[in-house]
């Protein structure tokens, strides 16, 4: 999902963007060879020891909480923007498992990017290229996890799909969401992965992930753009009526 550049407002959000920060999951793009190929927006790498997430209002990173156990993310964790995880999302977590009664989690889709490079820091964005999933659900609600290689890694580039991805892998990260809910001496299990999928399913779910995000927020520079014109109609009136007044002074 992209501008469209034939909208003569375009040009205004462009220079926007450059004055303004954009919040990462609605101010930034997909990317124009999504699903393919994703914009990821990172909240937390395997050094970090709390979990990071976006706050929703402010765009800002903000601590989540500190991690439960010793376990550490995996991988690069985080988001795709100008997704939603509604109805569409449950409805594929429906029809795969047999379910009803799920609803979408409400926040963008989550993926993890695997790469041979160490990144340090989150809060910065990376091509990635899904290859599989989770079906995880949580409380109820689709809590799809894509997984995905970045986008010109040396060694990870040739994975194309889950099966390509070596088992102990998998089940690190399959661990580390099982449990990274859980408060220590609980035994109660919130969170259920019941599936791991391949490169085509992770693809549908992207899918149907940018549709929620559509139906929800529809395209934002478009919303943007109608209420600038708005603002400066509101404008003109307020200066014409300003100019009556004085006219009627005088």
């Known amino acids: 999902m992209s501008f469209d550049k034939s909208n003569p407002l375009t040009r205004i959000w462009e220079l926007i963007g450059l004055r303004y920060k954009s919040h990462p999951w609605h101010g930034v793009q997909i990317g124009d060879e999504a699903p393919n190929i994703v914009t990821s927006f990172i909240e937390v790498v395997p050094s970090d020891t709390v979990k990071y997430e976006v706050d929703k209002r402010t765009g800002y990173l903000k601590v989540d909480r500190p991690q439960k156990f010793s376990n550490i993310v995996p991988t690069l964790y985080g988001f ?116 791991t999928y391949g490169k085509d399913e992770a693809i549908e779910v992207v899918k149907r992930s940018m549709k929620d995000y559509r139906m929800k927020f529809g395209k934002l520079e478009n919303k943007l753009s109608v209420a600038t014109l708005q603002m400066i109609s509101f404008g003109q009136s307020w200066q014409e009526a300003l100019q009556e007044a004085d006219g009627i002074e005088d």
């Open 80 to 195: 795709i923007p100008q997704t939603y995880c509604m109805d569409k999302v449950a409805e594929y977590c429906m029809e795969k498992t047999g379910r009803e009664g799920i609803t979408g989690d409400g926040d963008p889709l989550d993926i993890c990017v695997l790469t041979e490079r160490d990144i340090t820091h989150g809060d910065i964005l990376v091509p990635a290229i899904p290859i599989g999933g989770f079906r995880m659900i949580d409380g109820g609600e689709a809590d799809d996890k894509i997984i995905a290689v970045l986008k010109g890694d040396e060694v990870y580039q040739g994975w194309k799909d889950i099966t390509d991805v070596p088992e102990a892998i998998v089940s690190r990260l399959k661990h580390y969401f099982l449990t990274y809910k859980e408060m220590p001496g609980s035994n109660a299990k919130r969170c259920e992965i019941t599936h």
